[in-house]
């Protein structure tokens, strides 16, 4: 604003620049006396929030315009003025006239003679209701965060020790049925008809595929729980978990490009796991029209490692990349599997402070990436 449109409002000198600055500021100023700690002068905007007139304000000893529960810091903050400290921030409370009181930033400067006396200070008030405010819902939408994560965590606790009750206890049931199975056998070995061998056959199975489920249900709830951190090689546990895998990488003519590995702070058996879940998967769900190529490698990023693991297979349809890492799920029933593995893979990572998710290769195929906090 120039001086002439200055001159158009109606601020009472605008063509002192000063005035209107020290006045009109957002921020509350004043100067006080270093021998009597009254107030020598202070602007309108002071006057305004503290409900005081001019008249009434000037004169008054600054203790009078503190609220009491800071008085003993305010007579520290005056002592050590005198002596030259510094006051930069001090969080205060200040009290109106009509006895409400507001948090204020108290920031001072002396004002000195050619002798270095101080003449008085120059004082400011910032109130900070707002931010108090903001820090005080803050404040509370932690403490409610802080109350869900425990009661989340106890849930989970309780959901793996109900996990390993239940499989524990379902292996009882069935040892007998498969007991008494075998002894049905055993009895009627030559006097059954032969459908029923056929149903032994049948029953045998399925008492197989519940004993492979209860087994990974109790895998998964032990998950992390006895495990403790350590420096982790992940391209020593590749290499292990290709050893695994040797037969069928060998019959099939996999294809495996590693990259180099970075070493992590990890879980070594649960790493082991989370290869082998997603090395297994690539080897499995292989398209039989090429030739099966699995690359291993991780990115760089900020703060975390992007481990990925990459196949030319039969892919997968992105409108299922959530389902996948639940338990239980499973996409296509062509391929033999208890849809649990990527749960755990999923687990796993999550152990580890990281992520995972799946993206079509963009070739063909699938790739899982997963990170890991450095
Ligand atoms: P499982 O392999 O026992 O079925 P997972 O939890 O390991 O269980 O995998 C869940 C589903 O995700 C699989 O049934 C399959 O449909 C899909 N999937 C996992 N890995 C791959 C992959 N590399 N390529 C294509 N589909 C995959």
């Not at 509350?28 to 007139?53: E, H, R, V």
């Not at 099966?292 to 299922?320: C, H, R, S, T």
């Not at 239980?328 to 687990?347: H, M, P, S, W, Y």
Request: charged share 30%.
């Amino acid at each position: 604003m120039n001086l002439h449109e200055l001159e158009k409002t109606n601020i009472r000198d605008p063509y002192n620049s000063h005035e209107v600055l020290y006045h009109e500021s957002p921020e509350m100023f004043m100067s006080i006396c270093p021998k009597t700690a009254k107030l020598i002068t202070c602007n309108i905007t002071l006057c305004k929030a503290l409900g005081y007139t001019s008249k009434e304000i000037i004169g008054k000893n600054i203790f009078e315009l503190y609220d009491e529960s800071c008085h003993d810091r305010v007579r520290t903050l005056f002592k050590g003025f005198l002596k030259g400290n510094i006051v930069e921030n001090e969080e205060l409370v200040v009290r109106k006239k009509d006895g409400n009181v507001f948090p204020v930033l108290l920031s001072a400067k002396a004002v000195r003679n050619n002798k270095g006396e101080i003449l008085f200070s120059n004082s400011c008030w910032r109130d900070i209701t707002k931010i108090k405010e903001l820090e005080s819902s803050l404040k509370k939408s932690n403490q409610l965060l802080n109350q869900k994560v425990k009661e989340l965590a106890q849930k989970n606790k309780e959901l793996e020790q109900f996990a390993y009750i239940v499989s524990h206890d379902l292996n009882t049931p069935l040892r007998n049925i498969k007991g008494v199975l075998n002894l049905i056998q055993e009895d009627s070995e030559s006097d059954v008809p032969p459908t029923w061998n056929t149903y032994f056959g049948y029953i045998n199975q399925s008492v197989a595929r519940m004993e492979r489920l209860i087994d990974t249900i109790l895998e998964f709830s032990k998950l992390g729980v006895k495990s403790e951190k350590q420096l982790v090689d992940p391209s020593l546990i590749l290499n292990e978990v290709l050893e695994d895998f040797a037969l069928e990488v060998k019959e099939q003519n996999v294809m495996v490009c590693k990259e180099k590995l970075p070493k992590v702070n990890g879980y070594s058996v649960e790493f082991h796991m989370l290869l082998q879940n997603l090395i297994g998967n690539a080897i499995k769900f292989q398209n039989k029209e090429r030739t099966p190529k699995i690359e291993v490698g991780a990115i760089d990023q900020e703060g975390e490692w992007m481990f990925y693991v990459k196949d030319n297979g039969i892919g997968i349809n992105l409108e299922y990349k959530h389902k996948i890492f639940s338990f239980f799920k499973r996409v296509n029933e062509d391929f033999k599997g208890t849809g649990i593995g990527l749960a755990q893979c999923k687990k796993i990572v999550e152990l580890h402070g990281g992520r995972i998710w799946v993206e079509r290769n963009k070739d063909v195929g699938s790739c899982f990436y997963f990170t890991i906090p450095k």
